[in-house]
């Protein structure tokens, strides 16, 4: 008797506090953003590295992650995607499959690597603040 009494008051306090779904998930994305934004640019790489060199899964991400790429490089996985489908008849070939064979090579991943790539990663964050 006691515990339905307890789970009626908690129902009916609930009931009055009740917020929307949508509101609530726009304020976690709107906290994770600001605090994208509030971290510091200068802080160490060596943690998310170590993690990176570490034990790997080959098993496939559950939801889909997205990113922007450039009109070419959009153009130049199409064209990836037909060489395989065309040229070797593998006709299951997709723009993930493409793309997950290009980045999955651990020698991207070095900081020597990242490094060279320090000036064009730099160009694409210009290009994008300026919107180019």
């Known amino acids: 008797m006691n515990l339905e009494k307890k789970q009626k ?39 998310s590295m170590s993690h990176l060199s570490g034990s790997t899964s080959n098993r496939v991400m559950d939801k889909p992650r997205g990113f922007y790429i450039t009109e070419h490089l959009n153009q130049q996985i199409d ?6 489908q065309e040229k070797h008849n593998l006709k299951k070939v997709d723009r993930s499959i493409v793309v997950t064979t290009l980045l999955d090579n651990e020698t991207n991943w070095t900081e020597e690597t990242l ?17 180019r």
Request: net charge positive; hydrophobic share 20%.
């Open 79 to 84: 064209e990836a995607v037909r060489y395989y």
């Open 9 to 47: 008051g908690k129902t009916s306090s609930s009931d009055e506090k009740k917020t929307p779904v949508i509101q609530s998930t726009n304020q976690s994305t709107r906290q994770s953003t600001e605090q994208s934004i509030n971290q510091s640019p200068h802080r160490s790489i060596e943690p």
């Open 115 to 131: 490094d060279l790539l320090l000036d064009k990663v730099i160009r694409q964050l210009t290009n994008r603040l300026t919107n």
